[in-house]
């Protein structure tokens, strides 16, 4: 019995170790085919759908190429306003830094530190815009709006998104070779669990509260 239980395990962990590193491969391909800029917002849209259909529907039985390829076509215009804007934004965090070094000695801290907590800012809108955006179907500024303000007031869940990247980076940086396999999908579903769980929490605090009305 208990070997049967061991065997069961094990089989599912190895299930789970070929699926994310077929899907990450699959966001490598279509980030590539789309010329990397255009490809990597629906690229990235895509792996979250499929990974949201892993975790909140329990539906590992989806054909992932045909989900990957179809949600790559069908969202690549509406997902790439939402990946350019937040390259752009990127971008200007980089000029930021390079001017940091220009500016007098007087500013520098002051300018650092409110650098810093932008780009905070922009971290905590970046791990959830994806998950609200295979979650909810709303208004283009909506997702921005709505990734910062859940993201905010859920510090707990948004602290533990931000240290299980953080940890993934580290663990990339000291093995590589696992970077084509499992950089992204890994990422993606420690941020789309942490953030499933957040709206879940949200959903039925609307539901208790549309009771009592």
């Known amino acids: 019995m208990r070997t049967g239980l061991v065997d069961g395990k094990l ?10 590193a077929y899907v990450n491969l ?36 989806i054909p992932v190429l045909k989900t990957f390829a179809r949600t790559y076509k069908c969202e690549f215009w509406r997902a790439n306003r939402i990946g350019l804007l937040l390259m752009a934004i990127a971008y200007i965090f980089y000029i930021d830094i390079i001017y940091l070094a220009h500016v007098p000695p007087e500013w520098k801290l002051p300018f650092s530190v409110a650098l810093l907590i932008i780009f905070l800012f922009y971290m905590v ?11 909810y179907e709303l208004r283009f500024w909506q997702y ?36 084509p396999f499992f950089s992204i999908s890994l990422a993606a579903l420690a941020v789309m669990g942490s953030a499933l ?17």
């Open 11 to 20: 089989y599912r962990i190895c299930e789970w170790i070929t699926r994310l």
């Open 26 to 61: 699959l966001w490598i391909f279509f980030t590539i085919i789309g010329l990397v800029i255009f490809g990597i917002a629906p690229a990235t849209v895509a792996l979250f759908t499929i990974i949201r259909k892993w975790i909140f529907f329990h539906d590992t039985e």
């Open 125 to 135: 809108m970046l791990l959830y815009v994806f998950p609200i955006y295979v979650h």
């Open 144 to 179: 921005m709006k709505y990734a910062f303000m859940i993201g905010m007031a859920n510090p707990l869940m948004t602290l533990i998104m931000l240290a299980s990247v953080g940890i993934l980076f580290l663990i990339l940086m000291y093995i590589p070779g696992l970077i």
């Open 197 to 213: 769980r957040v709206f879940r929490k949200m959903e039925e605090k609307q539901a208790i509260w549309q009771q009592g009305k």
